[in-house]
């Protein structure tokens, strides 16, 4: 089945410092991959996405690129900022077949706290 | 565009009511809804996907008589937790896929309920 695993966290990290939250996964077919943020209280909110292999996805300066040969999408930021703080959801995506409904299927988060 | 309102944000009802919540797409319709809960610093779990005018498709381990799922139109869906217990206080997500685009999910602010 699907699955993706993702950095064990929290991740602390001071303002302005490079941040990089691994995540692999494993697929049948050819998955779409995304990260979602959700900040406290909120729901998901779609970070960015790629959708094939070497494909970068970027946005508010966070970047991920679609590794086929490693199976990985890690999320990078050069500096982060206090309000980056938030967890960190790597999820792929399956078009539907059989039973699969199409369904995303989620990584278990990764909190960060970024401090002044 | 493309935003996922629910109603209510927050609930607190006593052990042995049921409780109703919505999930409305306010700008497009929506083709499928999911339905997802949330425990404390943890993963989202898909509890059940549904269709409009159809019955929703539940995941392994999720009872659907406790769980009323009901997509009655293509902007609204609702999940009702029946005869509701501590156990079943979570943080419940929607999201709303539009029948037109890539397959992207749009999801609502969630719904934190307290069964007291």
């Known amino acids: 089945g699907n699955s993706v695993t993702q950095m064990e966290g929290p991740v602390t990290l001071s303002e302005e410092a490079f941040l990089t939250i691994n995540c692999t996964y494993t697929a049948t077919g050819y998955p779409s991959l995304f990260w979602y943020v959700q900040y406290p209280g909120e729901g998901l909110q779609l970070l960015l996405k790629?959708?094939?292999?070497?494909d970068k996805g970027s946005n508010k300066g966070f970047e991920a690129t679609y590794r086929k040969e490693t199976t990985s999408f890690h999320l990078e930021k050069g500096s982060v900022q206090v309000s980056d703080s938030a967890v960190y959801f790597c999820a792929l995506w399956v078009p539907p077949g059989g039973t699969s409904y199409g369904k995303l299927t989620f990584g278990q988060g990764t909190i960060l706290t970024v401090h002044p | 565009g493309a935003v996922v309102s629910q109603h209510p944000s927050r609930v607190i009802c006593k052990s042995g009511t049921s409780v109703k919540i919505e999930c409305r797409s306010l700008?497009?319709?929506?083709?499928?809804m999911f339905w997802y809960r949330q425990f404390p610093k943890q993963s989202l779990m898909l509890m059940a996907t549904s269709n409009e005018g159809s019955k929703a498709t539940y995941e392994q381990g999720v009872e659907k008589d406790k769980f009323l799922i009901n997509h009655a139109s293509l902007t609204l869906s609702t999940l009702t937790v029946t005869s509701a217990h501590p156990e079943d206080s979570s943080f419940y997500i929607c999201?709303?896929?539009?029948?037109?685009?890539?397959?992207?999910?749009?999801f609502g602010p969630g719904t934190r309920l307290t069964v007291l």
């Open positions: 999201s709303a896929r539009p029948w037109f685009g890539d397959n992207e999910q749009f």
């Open positions: 700008d497009f319709q929506a083709t499928t």
């Open positions: 790629a959708t094939k292999a070497d």
